[in-house]
């Protein structure tokens, strides 16, 4: 990482934006991830949690899943699920049974391995008939 870069990755933690964060970690080579994650973790936005868990090398999993699990809506740990290795699966899909839609229902235990299918397609159901 260059000074200017340097400089650069101050403003961003200090501006405390977490998609600039995962941003900044993504595309700058020798970034300081674990500040960069810190401020991510701090704003505890699910998706940006979840991708920052996806594409950053040195991401904390464990920390990160936490905050999906706490703040992220059934999408969010639907994909932390299908895409995150050692995602804990059970406890994301008590989030997606509690918050997700339909959808989300659906999509998990179609695509999810250790999915209870039964649970899901018995919520997905109630949810679509609550639509009709």
């Known amino acids: 990482m260059n000074k200017q870069q340097k400089i ?9 934006d977490s998609y600039a964060c995962y941003y900044f970690a993504k595309k700058i080579k020798g970034a300081d991830v674990k500040r960069l994650q810190e401020v991510v973790l701090k704003k505890g936005d699910g998706w940006n949690c979840y991708k920052f868990a996806l594409d950053i090398t040195g991401a ?17 740990c639907y994909e932390f699920a299908k895409k995150i290795k050692g995602a804990d699966v059970k406890r994301l899909q008590e989030v997606v049974l509690k918050k997700g839609d339909g959808w989300d229902c659906y999509k998990f235990a179609l695509n999810i391995k250790g999915a209870d299918k039964k649970k899901l397609m018995a919520r997905y159901n109630e949810l679509k008939l609550k639509e009709s």
């Open 60 to 76: 904390d999993v464990k920390r990160l899943q936490e905050v999906v699990l706490k703040k992220g809506d059934g999408w969010d």
């Open 8 to 16: 650069e990755q101050e403003e961003v933690i200090k501006k405390g």
